[in-house]
């Protein structure tokens, strides 16, 4: 014990000389010329630290999962509003907004329509909670969820095909294309809001699936019809006698 430590002392004591620090190299050869001693530390470097942008991803991310879990709980598929996720959302929001000198031109531009979207939402979510608590009935959209509908109905006609989308606005419905569950997940967590709507206006909110079902289903599904031919399968939400059908079928079948 004494030997290591007088070889520890004397590899430290060449290091700091040289101006290296220890805990800093990866992987360190030392070798006492009279004994022969060779030593090898291994050390750790600590994680890097998440960069600006990549916080930004997760908070839009996070934004977009509290979107789906405050529709599940107006929807009567959760007992109480998410407040882990809100908390989580607004502890990364607080952070940025103190470190708002730490931003370039493009990540401030950035946070701040992430800011003003959350805001939005904020305001439609306190006034659906109020009604939801006091039994009021809904009669009319603020007009903060009209912008919201309006942005969301903009991406959905971006992502399906011109006539598939043609012909689900001539039908009151709602239809995207999915070729991929795993790598388009905004894709089926869009068309899972669209049901959960669906379902909200016609009074079906009660037995709703929950995302994580709805996932699988989708996956299951598109499986079994790309197995039959099918590449990128149509996915659709329409109200058929005062009922929400969701149907999958493979275009042009």
């Given amino acids: 014990?004494?030997?290591?430590?007088?070889?520890?002392?004397?590899?430290?004591?060449?290091?700091?000389?040289?101006?290296?620090?220890?805990?800093?190299?990866?992987?360190?050869?030392?070798?006492?010329?009279?004994?022969?001693?060779?030593?090898r530390l291994l050390t750790t470097k600590p994680l890097a630290m998440a960069s600006i942008d990549e916080d930004l991803g997760?908070?839009?991310?996070?934004?977009?999962?509290?979107?789906?879990?405050?529709?599940?709980?107006?929807?009567?598929?959760?007992?109480?509003?998410?407040?882990?996720t809100q908390w989580r959302v607004d502890s990364m929001l607080r952070r940025y907004n103190e470190r708002a000198g730490e931003l370039s031109v493009g990540q401030r531009f950035r946070f701040n329509n992430i800011q003003q979207t959350y805001a939005k939402y904020q305001d439609m979510w306190r006034k659906k909670t109020v009604q939801k608590e006091t039994g009021a009935v809904q009669h009319h959209f603020g007009a903060a969820a009209k912008a919201i509908e309006a942005e969301r109905a903009r991406k959905a006609a971006a992502q399906a095909p011109a006539p598939e989308a043609a012909a689900a606005?001539?039908?009151?419905?709602?239809?995207?294309?999915?070729?991929?569950?795993?790598?388009?997940?905004?894709?089926?967590?869009t068309l899972y809001e669209h049901l959960i709507e669906a379902r909200e206006k016609t009074g079906e909110s009660s037995g709703a699936p929950s995302l994580k079902d709805f996932e699988r289903f989708v996956r299951q599904k598109t499986k079994e019809?790309?197995?039959?031919?099918?590449?990128?399968?149509?996915?659709?939400?329409?109200?058929?006698?005062?009922?929400?059908?969701?149907?999958?079928?493979?275009?042009?079948?």
Avoid: H
């Fill in 169 to 189: 606005k001539k039908a009151g419905a709602f239809a995207l294309s999915i070729s991929d569950p795993e790598s388009e997940k905004e894709k089926v967590n």
């Fill in 225 to 253: 019809l790309k197995d039959k031919g099918g590449k990128a399968i149509e996915y659709t939400v329409s109200v058929e006698g005062g009922r929400v059908k969701l149907k999958a079928k493979v275009p042009g079948a």
């Fill in 58 to 84: 997760q908070i839009e991310r996070d934004i977009r999962t509290l979107k789906i879990e405050y529709e599940q709980f107006f929807g009567g598929g959760r007992p109480r509003p998410p407040a882990d």
């Fill in 1 to 39: 014990m004494a030997s290591f430590r007088r070889y520890w002392s004397i590899l430290a004591s060449g290091a700091a000389t040289a101006g290296i620090c220890l805990s800093d190299k990866g992987l360190i050869n030392a070798i006492d010329a009279r004994g022969g001693l060779l030593l």
